[in-house]
């Protein structure tokens, strides 16, 4: 096992154009990153680890609309 599984860029240079983040931007909450993972029901990044559950309602989502469309 590898404790660098994630790369953990700081900020600066995931996101140096100060990009919005969070929910529905394409970016992690955490980090900034636009390195990201989904699924139907959850997202995380690949960059700093943190994955983000269905704790809400809405579920959090990657970018709005994304498996409404249609
Ligand atoms: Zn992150």
Redesign the pocket.
Known sequence: MSNNRYPNRPPRE?NPRNEPTGHFTGR??????ND?WDDNLTYG?N????IYWPDGNPAPRLVPNRYDAG
């Open positions: 995931v992690c909450g955490m980090c900034g990153s990201l990044c960059n700093c680890g943190k």
